[in-house]
């Protein structure tokens, strides 16, 4: 080999281990802001890419190396990085076994009974490394967007609807997004709707107004409305309104819960909340540490104003609140590693939920960041979408 060559070939290992350094950091790390908060949701995500990253550096650094001072530097850097990346795909088995418990936990044994059921169309593995590779297959399905359902105020509000490819009638799912209440579009996490559009559900992305300008109960109105109009026109897209589910992502968790919990709700078999928010009041007292997003400035643009100026709205809107007996059955979705909805919140939300004889599940991936499942294949949403379709699958039966 040239001096010229294996000089580059130094450099491209030099470089390669730093950066998967950097990026598997990520892994542990918690991001200190919100340009930085996408390495954080990421990195636990592609941790089998950031696996393969630094196997390839370190391979190189082995086989370049001249024990130079900074070779070894590298050599370590490339060996942490291999750790850390690892870490999640270490974790999984322990992960698995703890989520199918809390599912039987949760439902008993019909949980079994869905498990073995081979005629429902569900993954039949919590994790497939050739899915984190190639990406999950869809399926089929009809999509039908912008179905306005509401103008309130002037603001049009409409639905996107996936549905089986086969004209029939099926069980309701409503998907709300998330984004701090103040973003968001009902086509965030499409692909979810249409995996579970061709698996036997016709899914309803609806939309809804925004903070600032629209300060709440604005949102919950909205959904409330939206789940009123399939209720009415059911039929009309194939929709069966005894057997709906709400499931909701951040602020759109907070909306299902809130939405599903309410004296004069409309009926829903159950409600599925992935890392929304419940005690509105004790996150703006006790933010994360660090808090990203700037916790107590989404709540004030939500409210306009902190909880001592309005303490009555932060209470309506916090779903512990609302819980008593006969509630929907409640699916928590939550990553331990979550800098914006804290873990602690979600476990006394269940604590509650159980104690007052409610049916509730919490799933808790120990790596993972909030929003998660924005990497429809990475390893998070594989073990969320598992399990979410069988908690789906058993509350519309």
């Known amino acids: 080999m040239s001096r010229l060559a294996l000089i580059i070939l130094q450099l491209v290992a030099l470089l390669l281990s730093g950066t998967g350094l950097f990026l598997s950091s990520w892994i542990v790390v918690p991001a200190p802001n919100m340009l930085l908060l996408t390495l954080g949701v990421g990195a636990p995500e592609v941790s089998h890419w950031l696996l393969l990253l630094n196997l390839v550096a370190t391979g190189l650094l082995l086989g370049v190396m001249r024990r130079t001072p900074l070779q070894f530097i590298a050599l370590g850097a490339s060996l942490l990085g291999l750790f850390l990346s690892a870490l999640p795909l270490m974790q999984l088995p322990g992960t698995v076994q703890n989520l199918t418990v809390a599912m039987k936990e949760g439902i008993g044994s019909e949980y079994s009974e869905i498990f073995n059921n081979k005629q429902v169309s569900m993954r039949q593995q919590p994790f497939v490394l050739a899915d984190a590779f190639t990406g999950i297959k869809l399926g089929k399905s009809r999509y039908t967007p912008n179905i306005r359902f509401a103008n309130p105020d002037g603001v049009p509000l409409s639905m996107d609807i996936y549905r089986p490819p086969q004209v029939g009638k099926y069980p309701a799912l409503v998907v709300i997004y998330g984004g701090a209440w103040r973003s968001g579009d009902r086509l965030y996490n499409s692909d979810f709707s249409r995996y579970m559009a061709a698996r036997g559900y016709t899914v309803f992305a609806i939309d809804y ?185 058993w509350a519309v039966r």
């Open 209 to 393: 107004r925004h903070a600032p300008r629209y300060r709440f109960p604005a949102q919950l109105d909205d959904v409330r409305a939206a789940l009123a109009f399939i209720q009415q026109n059911a039929t009309q897209y194939e929709a069966d309104s005894e057997r709906m589910v709400l499931l909701g992502r951040s602020a759109g968790g907070h909306l299902a819960m809130l939405a599903a919990y309410q004296p004069d709700a409309i009926p829903v078999k159950a409600v599925v909340s992935y890392y929304g928010p419940v005690d509105l009041p004790g996150g703006y007292a006790s933010p994360p540490r660090p808090d990203p997003i700037d916790t107590r400035n989404v709540l004030v643009m939500l409210f306009g104003g902190t909880p001592e100026m309005f303490p009555n709205e932060y209470r309506i809107a916090s779903p512990i609140n609302y819980v008593t007996r006969s509630l929907p059955p409640t699916l928590l979705v939550q990553g331990g590693r979550d800098h914006l909805v804290q873990l602690r919140f979600i476990e006394e939300m269940y604590q509650r939920l159980r104690a007052n004889g409610n049916t509730a599940i919490l799933l808790e991936i120990p790596w993972a960041e909030h929003a998660f499942d924005a990497i429809f294949n990475g390893l998070s949403n594989q073990l969320a979408l598992y399990y979410t379709e069988r908690f789906v699958a």
